[in-house]
């Protein structure tokens, strides 16, 4: 059923209130254009962030929080990190972030649960870690006023968001180096592959003097990555 047709039918009903959750793809305009296309129907619409794929998308849902600040937005925690240990660190970004609430999956015995058993949490682990989460939020505003850190810590969500995906690519990327040195190994070719490199820095300048970064910046990183790759192929 497309949105549309579901703004069809909530005509035919008393709906109170309506809840729309992020597209599955970091997609603002689609979501910005879904809440919309229901506000037409007249019933009162919130937005409810998950992520996407288990990733934060904090990007997407700041420039929706920018764009119509007078919708109200919830957060998953649940479906946003797809596992049960990490939605009290997330809960905490409901104050931080400046948003309106949270939906969160909770089951008594989690572990019997039809669905989605890994990221659920217990009555009993909820009640403990809200009063934590509570009592740091009330601390936080009293130091420096929400109101005023918000969009800062909104960037901060997104650099987090953005290293933790630089780290993971770059630990992926030894990984490959490492499988790479075992093949080397195997057929004699020496780690230290000079023209290679070369290649490869003259691509990645290139590529970086499109896209704003300083030459020195990049060769100098590039560098590190390299020095670190033949280390892993030792």
Known sequence: MTVQEIA????????????????????SD????????LEKTGVPVAAIHRGCNHHP????????????????????????????????????????LGLDGAMIEVHYKPEEALSDSVQQITPTFLRDNLDVILSQSSLTSEICPADEMKELNWLRAEIDE???????????????????????????????????YQQIVEQRTEWA????????FVVQ???AIHEQSLRMQE
């Open 162 to 196: 953005l290293d933790d995906n630089l780290w993971e690519t770059i630990a992926n990327r030894m990984n490959v180096s490492k499988r790479i040195g075992e093949w080397k190994k195997a057929h004699g070719v020496s780690p230290l592959q000079p023209e290679r």
């Open 221 to 223: 990183l590039l560098n």
């Open 8 to 27: 069809d039918e909530i005509d035919k009903h008393a709906i109170k209130g309506i809840f729309i959750k992020n597209p599955v793809n970091a997609d």
């Open 57 to 96: 998308c904090w990007y997407m849902a700041h420039q929706v929080r920018l764009r119509r600040p007078d919708i109200p937005m919830l957060l998953d925690p649940s479906h946003m990190s797809g596992k049960a240990s990490a939605v009290p660190q997330l809960i905490t970004k409901i104050a931080s």
């Open 209 to 216: 003097a499109h896209n704003g970064l300083e030459h020195g």
């Open 30 to 37: 689609l979501w910005l254009g879904n809440i919309e296309r």
